[in-house]
């Protein structure tokens, strides 16, 4: 199959430097490399103003038989220099620098054949370097490293990244002004790394590994005082269990897990150790025996997800209040109720949710 050539076709007004007069004309894109000919189809060769929006800005360029060539430069409306590029034959190839309004660079790259092949820098305002790349061949190579101001702050986090043939490699990190952590990142290959994350004190604050874009074995995050807060722990990506706990190190909740849905047995706590959720679960479904305590203690019988058999609920003395059972959510047989000597109070008999029948002792 043939290769398919996309190209874009725009119109300008270009005004010819030397001869003073304004040029229709019309440009053909092709990838990194634009063609420019006049109204009748032909080439052009010369020193333009090319006018590139309707505010003002516009452009000086070269062209030698309708492809750009030596340097290139773009005003803003006010006609300050914002950028200067270089071609050769159509591509960028040469020096290109961008810049801030006030006249100072604000970045410098590298082009070879119209792709980055070399060294790119960045600057802030007060032309001070915050930001180094590299390429080759239009590819990603060896050590990046940026900086970036602090929210609110005039200090700058710094950040280090290596690539090999466009790929992550080796430890990427991000540090404070006292080259203290941030987040460290370890590359086992290009998709396989472990990320740990820091609080401002220097304590860890989060850890986890992915491989292939999912997660992997165990991740953890802690309190800033460096009590555990969360555990999971993953296979194929998805948690097969998931650990909660309170400032003090003590657990909020427990749970399992088979292919990242609920699946066996899940607890949960009270901040005072207390017992308020626990149940199983089959394939994210509720199963067995559960115990609910909240506001109000209740023991409830699931199946498939659904309440089924006996339902038990106590007074906050923890004597039995009422029992009675479920079939598919709905209250079917006689449901007691009992005072805090423990006798039966009343008896409500029901079929399939509808209320049959009460008796009062």
Do not use: C
């Not at 019309?26 to 006018?51: C, E, P, V, W």
Request: hydrophobic share 25%; proline share 1%; aromatic share 14%.
């Amino acid at each position: 199959m043939k290769p398919i050539l996309f190209f874009i076709t725009t119109f300008f007004l270009l005004l010819n430097s030397n001869a003073q007069e304004w040029v229709d004309i019309r440009t053909t894109k092709f990838g990194k490399q634009t063609l420019y000919r006049d109204i009748d189809n032909k080439s052009l060769t010369g020193h333009f103003k090319m006018a590139t929006s309707y505010d003002g800005r516009y452009s000086e360029i070269n062209i030698i038989k309708g492809k750009l060539e030596g340097e290139r430069k773009d005003f803003n409306k006010e006609g300050i220099l914002v950028k200067s590029e270089n071609y050769k034959e159509g591509f960028l190839d040469g020096k290109t620098t961008l810049y801030y309004a006030s006249g100072t660079i604000k970045r410098e790259m590298v082009y070879s054949n119209g792709v980055k092949n070399g060294t790119t820098k960045g600057y802030n305002l007060k032309g001070e370097e915050v930001a180094v790349e590299e390429h080759k061949k239009g590819v990603k190579t060896g050590k990046w490293i940026f900086k970036q101001k602090q929210f609110n702050s005039k200090k700058y986090n710094t950040t280090t990244k290596y690539y090999t043939n466009g790929k992550p490699t080796g430890t990427w990190k991000q540090v404070n002004e006292k080259n203290k952590p941030i987040w460290i990142k370890k590359h086992t290959t290009p998709t396989h790394y472990k990320k740990q994350e820091y609080f401002a004190n220097g304590k860890l604050k989060k850890e986890f590994i992915k491989k292939d874009g999912k997660s992997y074995k165990t991740a953890k995050e802690y309190y800033s005082t460096g009590v555990l807060k969360n555990k999971y722990v993953y296979k194929d990506g998805k948690y097969t269990y998931r650990l909660d706990n309170y400032e003090d190190g003590t657990p909020k909740f427990i749970g399992n897990y088979k292919n990242g849905t609920s699946h066996g047995e899940h607890i949960q706590h009270n901040n005072n150790g207390v017992i308020t959720m626990k149940g199983n679960y089959f394939e994210g479904k509720r199963t067995g025996e559960w115990i609910l305590n909240t506001t109000r203690k209740k023991i409830i019988t699931y199946k498939n997800g659904k309440k089924n058999g006996v339902e038990k609920i106590y007074s906050s003395d923890g004597k039995l209040f009422s029992e009675g059972t479920y079939v598919n959510n709905i209250k079917d047989g006689v449901w007691k109720f009992y005072n805090k000597q423990q006798d039966v109070t009343r008896e409500v008999n029901y079929k399939r949710g509808k209320r049959l029948s009460e008796k009062k002792y």
